[in-house]
């Protein structure tokens, strides 16, 4: 594959000026800048082209005005006829981007022997970069442009996420000669951001900012961005990013009172990768929602201090769910840095005013990249009775002090998701080969279902243990969550839906008995699949989410027999021929169409839990049952508790069968190709 060629020149096409580097400044110095960047005097401008990475726009006619960020020129904006260019090079992207602005724009994509080419008018451009040039620019004086820059600096400043000045506090404090361009266009077919960053993890993206979807006043505060492109530079983008630090240690205490507030205080261990870094990103959720009537109503997760190792006080931003923080000193490659953050809000959400909140799959304390996380875990969790806390992790101990119910948990694996509930839950414990499982039901006990549930989860545990080696968990929580129709697998935890708390359980003749065990079998297999070896990013999604529907298909057929597997493939495939066209497996979430939150969940579902499972069904059969048994279970012990990628699987398939595997997923897990239906042959 080729790396991004056209990247490496950063030239700007007319009117340059080389920035001097920027005198030293501190983090709440740049937020500060940038986040009011300034407009100086506008001069007429003509045929002028400015251009990034695989980027250009071309300014035809009209106004420019420079702009600052404090005393530093930072780049332009422009208020005229403009017209852009964008090529995506990358071929794994190629049909997504397609497919995204077809169904997700009225942009017109273009396949080209250059690559899928994009291309946009605009009335107003705000460009600006760092580590680059910016356009110095002359000409006739012009109408002021204050009023255009406000207005444009307004909208754009209501894209949810972070604002562009955490990025260029990263970059100044990072790596101030790393090029870093942020584009706005305005006025054109679609309000569009472009970025080539080369300072986290480099890559160039072009979005697409749409009004919310949804009727929620809260939630149209916010213009959405989606990703048309987001292409790696100088990386293939088969291969996932190199982590900038990682994450080894979390060490938290949360204090929960019997309403909706809570304290919570981390200690993080960070250790920087490759290169020295003196700020850090972690992603950090600041407005949490909870329904109120048939509205949301916004509550805050506020950062109180962020405290290093030394008891000094860190300077940092926290907005758009993410912290930017400024260490006291650079930390150098391979030495940790301890942070504490003391967190505070009102962040306990009772779903439905129900008797239990969760902080779960969301980032509820600090995290990076998933690329960046693999931390052991030490938790204590205090709240009032009649609640009960749950917690990731072997229990250390269960109390009662100060009158608050406590529990203790230790996870001494690398993990990513730990997680934290707590509700009136009634439990029922066993202890199945040497693997403790307890069930716990929401405010009513049911003795029955708990003990069926018990059974199913031992049966799943007991089969998987044979395929794929020892259960990575000591204890299995599994606890009611009430709603219906899902299931979620943080580490050591299986939350699981009402349905599922049925006296009759144990009965898998019956559809229902079958469905919960089929959520079971998949959610259990998530131990092994995305917590045991963990995924390094979104694009590897189908390590956890399809690998563990096959094992849920491997189960159901050791249990039910070959017929059950065979339905199993006939929903699968039906699932694929929904999505198969839309994008490669890697490229599920990146699925985009307009105002169809259903039509893109089904495409999603289809490629991971449909697609994904006929691609390892494809490979069993081409390998033979034995020896894709023996190459499963191989990965698992080689990339236990490490990270797995679909590289490194396609490695082991070619060193434990002497084939290059690497054909095959280009053509059906990094390209659009479906694999053949083939025999109804059944795995063993
Ligand atoms: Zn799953």
């Known amino acids: 594959m080729r790396p991004g060629r056209a990247v490496a020149s950063l030239v700007l096409l007319a009117g340059l000026e080389v920035r001097s580097a920027a005198a030293a400044s501190t983090l709440p110095e740049l937020v500060e800048r940038f986040d009011h960047l300034q407009v100086g005097d506008a001069v007429e401008v003509r045929d002028l082209s400015l251009a990034a990475g695989r980027f250009i726009c071309r300014l035809a006619s009209g106004r420019a005005a420079p702009v600052r960020a404090g005393d530093e020129a930072v780049g332009l904006f422009f208020e005229g006829d403009g017209t852009m260019e964008y090529v995506s090079t990358d071929p794994v992207e190629a049909p997504v981007v397609l497919f995204d602005v077809r169904k997700g724009s009225s942009l017109k994509a273009e396949k080209t022997d250059r690559g899928v080419v994009i291309r946009d008018g605009f009335r107003r451009l705000l460009w600006i970069a760092r580590g680059t040039a910016v356009p110095r620019l002359d000409g006739k004086p012009a109408a002021s442009l204050?009023?255009?820059?406000?207005?444009?600096?307004?909208?754009?400043?209501?894209?949810?996420?972070?604002?562009?000045?955490?990025?260029?506090?990263?970059?100044?404090?990072?790596?101030?000669?790393a090029p870093l361009v942020w584009a706005e266009l305005d006025g054109g077919r679609e309000d569009l951001v472009y970025e080539l960053d080369r300072v986290d993890h480099p890559s160039e993206a072009l979005l697409l900012l749409h009004p919310s979807e949804s009727r929620d006043p809260e939630l149209r505060k916010f213009l959405w961005p989606v990703a048309l492109s987001h292409q790696p530079i100088d990386r293939d983008a088969r291969v996932p990013a190199p982590p900038r630090f990682l994450l080894t240690a979390v060490d938290l205490v949360l204090d929960a009172s019997d309403g909706n507030d809570a304290r919570l205080g981390v200690e993080e261990t960070i250790v920087p990768e490759g290169a020295p870094i003196r700020a850090l990103r972690l992603d950090l959720t600041d407005i949490w929602y909870a329904t109120l009537g048939s509205n949301l109503s916004p509550r805050?997760?506020?950062?109180?201090?962020?405290?290093?190792?030394?008891?000094?006080?860190?300077?940092?931003?926290?907005?758009?769910?993410?912290?930017?923080?400024?260490?006291?000193?650079?930390?150098a490659p391979g030495a940790p840095v301890r942070l504490r953050f003391e967190i505070e809000g009102d962040f306990l959400i009772r779903p439905g005013g129900d008797n239990y909140w969760e902080l779960g799959v969301s980032s509820w304390f600090p995290q990076p990249y998933l690329s960046e996380q693999g931390y052991t875990f030490h938790a204590v969790v205090r709240v009032p009775p009649p609640f009960v806390p749950f917690a990731s992790g072997k229990t250390v101990r269960r109390a009662v002090e100060d009158r608050k119910n406590v529990l203790e948990t230790r996870v001494d694996h690398p993990i990513q998701a730990a997680a934290i509930l707590a509700g009136k839950y009634e439990t029922h414990e066993e202890s199945r080969d040497?693997?403790?499982?307890?069930?716990?039901?929401?405010?009513?006990?049911?003795?029955?279902?708990?003990?069926?549930?018990?059974?199913?989860?031992?049966?799943?545990?007991?089969?998987?243990?044979?395929?794929?080696?020892?259960?990575?968990?000591?204890?299995?929580?599994?606890?009611?969550?009430?709603?219906?129709?899902?299931?979620?697998?943080?580490?050591?935890?299986?939350?699981?839906?009402?349905?599922?708390?049925?006296?009759?359980?144990?009965?898998?003749?019956?559809?229902?008995?079958?469905?919960?065990?089929?959520?079971?079998?998949?959610?259990?297999?998530?131990?092994?699949?995305?917590i045991s070896v963990r995924i390094p990013g979104y694009a590897e999604q189908w390590l956890a989410e399809s690998f563990a529907e096959y094992y849920a298909g491997m189960f159901l057929k050791g249990r039910l027999g070959p017929a059950v597997y065979d339905s199993l493939m006939s929903q699968w495939r039906r699932a694929a021929s929904f999505a198969a066209d839309a994008a490669p497996i890697p490229m599920a979430t990146r699925v985009y169409v307009?105002?169809?939150?259903?039509?893109?969940?089904?495409i999603r579902r289809g490629l991971l839990y449909g697609k994904?499972?006929?691609?390892?069904?494809?490979?069993?059969?081409?390998?033979?049952?034995e020896r894709f048994l023996d190459v499963l279970r191989a990965y698992q012990a080689s990339h236990a508790w490490s990270f797995g990628s679909t590289m490194s699987f396609a490695e082991l398939l070619q060193s434990r069968t002497g084939r290059d595997w690497m054909p095959f997923m280009n053509r059906f897990y990094?390209?659009?190709?479906m694999p053949e239906s083939g025999s109804r042959s059944s795995p063993p």
Do not use: C
């Open 300 to 331: 805050a997760e506020k950062v109180a201090a962020v405290i290093d190792e030394r008891g000094r006080r860190l300077a940092f931003d926290h907005r758009g769910e993410e912290i930017v923080i400024e260490l006291a000193e650079p930390a």
């Open 612 to 625: 994904g499972p006929l691609v390892l069904d494809a490979l069993r059969r081409q390998m033979g049952d």
């Open 146 to 177: 204050a009023d255009d820059f406000r207005k444009q600096r307004a909208k754009f400043s209501r894209a949810h996420g972070a604002p562009l000045s955490h990025d260029f506090a990263l970059q100044a404090l990072n790596s101030p000669s």
């Open 670 to 673: 990094w390209g659009l190709e």
């Open 594 to 602: 307009e105002n169809d939150a259903v039509r893109r969940s089904e």
């Open 434 to 530: 040497g693997v403790t499982i307890r069930v716990s039901t929401y405010a009513l006990e049911n003795e029955r279902s708990m003990k069926a549930l018990t059974g199913v989860a031992a049966d799943v545990i007991a089969f998987y243990r044979g395929f794929l080696g020892p259960f990575p968990f000591d204890e299995l929580e599994i606890i009611e969550i009430n709603d219906f129709g899902f299931g979620q697998a943080p580490p050591g935890i299986l939350f699981i839906t009402q349905e599922a708390f049925d006296p009759l359980l144990g009965d898998m003749s019956r559809i229902s008995s079958r469905s919960v065990a089929r959520t079971f079998a998949h959610e259990i297999a998530h131990q092994y699949w995305g």
